[in-house]
C-alpha cells in the first residue's frame, strides 16, 4: 500500500509517519504528491495567541474523513514549546482518525512512539510537576492509556535515588564491554554477533585489541579524575570464551577501570550452554556480582525455532552453579511474541522461571530487526496477533510481581511484534544501576569493544552525543589506535 502524507510544513509530514506506521506498519509512506497512492492524509496546525489546533484529513478514493484537535493554551500545562505541541497535536489528530478509520484499537502507548518514555516523567519531576499531574498530562497529550501512565512514573520514582546529580555526573561514568561472539546466531538477533565454531581465529586478535582499548581508556579516565561506577560485560555472550581468557579479560578490567566507586560489575552469560561453574567463579572471584542467564523461553519447540540451541535443563543447570559460585543476583531475560507462541507457553516460560527464583527479570516484546534472520522469513516465523500479545505481557508482568519484583527501567524499541514495552523488574535491593543509566541517558557511558556505543552525556544539560565502535571485529582489530584516540577526545571534550 502507498500512503501520501502532506503538508506545506514538511516538518510535520516527517513528524506523522511514526504514528501512520501503528497503523500500516508495512505501507510506503510518500511525503510529496505523487499520485497513484490508496490513502492522502493532509496535516496542518493553526496557533492563534490562546488555541492551538492539529488538523488531519483522509482522503482515500472519493471519501473524505477529518480529525480536528484543539488545546487552550493558557487552561493545559504545556512543558514543551509551541513547535514541539504543533507537532504533538498533528499527531495526535492522526492518531485518533486512523483509529476511528481503520477500526483498530488505539494502543496503549497512544502517540507516544519514542524509545524512552521514563525521561519525559523525569523530566517534569526535575521541573517540580507532581505525580497526578503527570499522569493527567500523558493520559490527555499523548492518548496514552492510564496504565502505562502509571507504569512510567512508578518506574521513574524508583529510578530517583539512582539517577546523579550535575557534580556526580561530572565525575561518575560507567562502562560497557562488547564481546560481538556466541555460540550460534539467534534468528531475532540484531546484537553483533558471530557464531563461534570451536575457536575461531578471530578471538585472540580481538581480545588483544579489548585489552589496548581497556587500559587506553582506564588510563584517560583516571588522568580525567573521572570514576567508574558500573561495568556491563555484555555482547554477544561473554561466556563463550574459555575460562582463562574471561578471567584474563576480567583482570584487566580490575586493573584498569575499578575503583572504591565502582558499585557494580554484570556479567551476561546469556547463552547457559556456555556457562562453567569455573568460569562463574572466577567471575565472582573478580568481583562481578550480578550475571545474566536468558531462557528467553522454556518452550524446547521455541528454542529450536530461534536458534538457542540450549535446552531448559542447561538454563536450570546454569543457575545452580550460579548459585554454587555466590552469585546472589540472578537475572533471566524472556522474549514474548515469539514465533508461534501463545499465552499458555508464556504462562509454562513464567512458571519455570519462578522456579528459578531469580532477583531480576527482563521481559522484552519481539522485535524484528532488519539485521536479524528472521526478518529474512517474516512470513514464516509468525508472531501472535497484537492482543495477544499484549495479553501475554500481562502474564509476564502478573508473574514478575507475584515473585515479589517491582518494575525499574523500561524501554520501546522500534518493529516490535505489538508496539508495547521491555521491562525489568527487580527484588528490592537488586537493581542493575548500569541499566537505569543507560536507558535515562543521566551518564556517560563508554562502549569498548565490538560494536559498542558510548553515549557522551553533558553533566546538567544532559545533551547527549552518541558514538558507536566498528562491529566487525577485523575493522575494530586494524583500527584500534584510532579508535582509542578518538574517544579519549570526546571524553575530554565532555569534561
Ligand atoms: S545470545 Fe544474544 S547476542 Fe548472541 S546471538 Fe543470541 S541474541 Fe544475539
Known amino acids: 500500500m502507498i500512503i501520501e502524507l502532506l503538508s506545506d510544513n514538511k516538518?510535520?509530514?516527517?513528524?506523522?509517519?511514526?504514528?501512520?506506521?501503528?497503523?500500516?506498519?508495512?505501507?510506503?509512506?510518500?511525503?510529496?504528491?505523487?499520485?497513484?497512492?490508496e490513502i492522502t492524509l493532509k496535516v496542518a496546525v493553526y496557533a492563534d495567541g490562546q488555541f492551538i489546533e492539529g488538523a488531519v484529513e483522509l482522503i482515500k478514493g472519493g471519501i473524505f474523513t477529518?480529525?480536528?484537535?484543539?488545546?487552550?493554551?493558557?487552561?493545559?500545562?504545556?512543558?514543551?514549546?509551541?513547535?514541539?505541541?504543533?507537532?504533538?497535536?498533528?499527531?495526535?489528530?492522526?492518531?485518533?482518525l486512523l483509529s476511528k478509520y481503520t477500526g483498530q484499537p488505539a494502543g496503549p502507548w497512544g502517540i507516544l512512539t519514542g524509545i524512552r518514555p521514563t525521561k519525559i516523567v523525569h523530566r517534569l519531576l526535575d521541573e517540580g510537576w507532581r505525580p497526578d499531574c503527570i499522569n493527567q498530562y500523558l493520559t490527555t497529550a499523548y492518548d496514552m492509556s492510564k496504565d502505562k501512565a502509571e507504569l512510567l512514573i512508578d518506574i521513574a520514582l524508583r529510578q530517583r535515588i539512582y539517577l546523579?546529580?550535575?557534580?556526580?555526573?561530572?565525575?561518575?561514568?560507567?562502562?560497557?564491554?562488547?564481546?560481538?561472539?556466541?555460540?550460534?546466531?539467534?534468528?531475532?538477533?540484531?546484537?553483533?554477533?558471530?557464531?563461534?565454531?570451536?575457536?575461531?581465529?578471530?578471538?585472540?586478535?580481538f581480545l588483544e585489541a579489548l585489552a589496548c582499548e581497556i587500559k587506553g581508556i582506564g588510563k584517560a579516565v583516571k588522568a580525567m579524575g573521572l570514576k567508574v561506577q558500573t561495568i556491563y560485560v555484555g555482547g554477544g555472550t561473554p561466556t563463550v570464551l574459555s575460562s582463562e581468557k574471561l578471567l584474563h579479560?576480567?583482570?584487566?578490567?580490575?586493573?584498569?577501570?575499578?575503583?572504591?566507586?565502582?558499585?557494580?560489575?554484570?556479567?551476561e552469560a546469556g547463552r547457559p550452554d556456555t556457562i562453567t561453574i569455573e568460569k562463574l567463579k572466577s567471575a565472582r572471584e573478580q568481583g562481578v556480582a550480578r550475571v545474566s542467564i536468558n531462557p528467553q523461553t522454556t518452550n524446547p519447540g521455541t528454542l529450536e525455532v530461534i536458534g538457542r540451541r540450549h535446552s531448559v535443563q542447561q538454563v536450570a543447570d546454569a543457575v545452580a552453579m550460579a548459585?554454587?559460585?555466590?552469585?546472589?543476583?540472578?537475572?533471566?531475560?524472556?522474549?514474548?511474541?515469539?514465533?508461534?507462541?501463545?499465552?499458555?507457553?508464556?504462562?509454562?516460560?513464567?512458571?519455570?522461571?519462578?522456579?528459578?527464583e531469580p532477583e531480576n527479570l527482563t521481559v522484552h516484546t519481539m522485535a524484528v530487526k532488519r539485521a536479524s534472520r528472521i526478518i529474512e522469513a517474516k512470513d514464516h516465523f509468525k508472531a501472535a496477533p497484537a492482543r495477544e500479545v499484549e495479553k501475554m505481557l500481562y502474564i509476564a508482568q502478573e508473574a514478575a510481581v507475584n515473585m515479589g519484583m517491582k518494575p525499574y527501567y523500561l524501554y520501546r524499541q522500534k518493529n516490535m511484534v505489538s508496539p508495547l514495552e521491555n521491562v525489568g523488574y527487580t527484588r528490592s535491593g537488586h537493581e542493575c544501576v548500569y541499566n537505569i543509566q543507560m536507558i535515562e541517558e543521566r551518564q556517560t557511558v563508554i562502549g569498548l569493544g565490538g560494536g559498542a556505543g558510548s553515549k557522551f552525556v553533558k553533566a546538567g544539560t544532559w545533551y547527549l552525543t552518541s558514538h558507536?565502535?566498528?562491529?566487525?571485529?577485523?575493522?575494530?582489530?586494524?583500527?584500534?589506535?584510532?579508535?582509542?584516540?578518538?574517544?579519549?577526545?570526546?571524553?575530554?571534550?565532555?569534561?
Open 66 to 96: 477529518a480529525e480536528q484537535v484543539t488545546a487552550n493554551m493558557k487552561s493545559l500545562p504545556f512543558p514543551d514549546d509551541l513547535r514541539n505541541n504543533l507537532k504533538r497535536l498533528v499527531k495526535l489528530a492522526l492518531f485518533r
Open 468 to 495: 558507536y565502535n566498528p562491529k566487525d571485529p577485523d575493522v575494530y582489530i586494524s583500527r584500534i589506535n584510532e579508535i582509542i584516540a578518538m574517544k579519549v577526545d570526546k571524553l575530554r571534550s565532555f569534561d
Open 164 to 205: 546523579l546529580s550535575e557534580k556526580e555526573a561530572g565525575e561518575l561514568i560507567s562502562i560497557y564491554i562488547g564481546i560481538p561472539f556466541c555460540p550460534t546466531r539467534c534468528a531475532y538477533c540484531s546484537f553483533p554477533s558471530y557464531p563461534v565454531e570451536n575457536g575461531t581465529k578471530l578471538i585472540e586478535p
Open 249 to 267: 579479560l576480567l583482570d584487566i578490567i580490575n586493573n584498569s577501570l575499578v575503583s572504591e566507586a565502582t558499585v557494580e560489575i554484570t556479567l
Open 11 to 37: 516538518e510535520l509530514a516527517v513528524t506523522g509517519q511514526d504514528v501512520v506506521r501503528l497503523f500500516y506498519p508495512d505501507a510506503e509512506i510518500r511525503l510529496v504528491h505523487a499520485g497513484e497512492c
Open 323 to 356: 548459585r554454587l559460585a555466590g552469585f546472589n543476583t540472578i537475572n533471566m531475560d524472556v522474549i514474548i511474541g515469539l514465533p508461534g507462541e501463545t499465552t499458555a507457553d508464556v504462562e509454562n516460560t513464567m512458571s519455570a522461571i519462578a522456579a528459578f
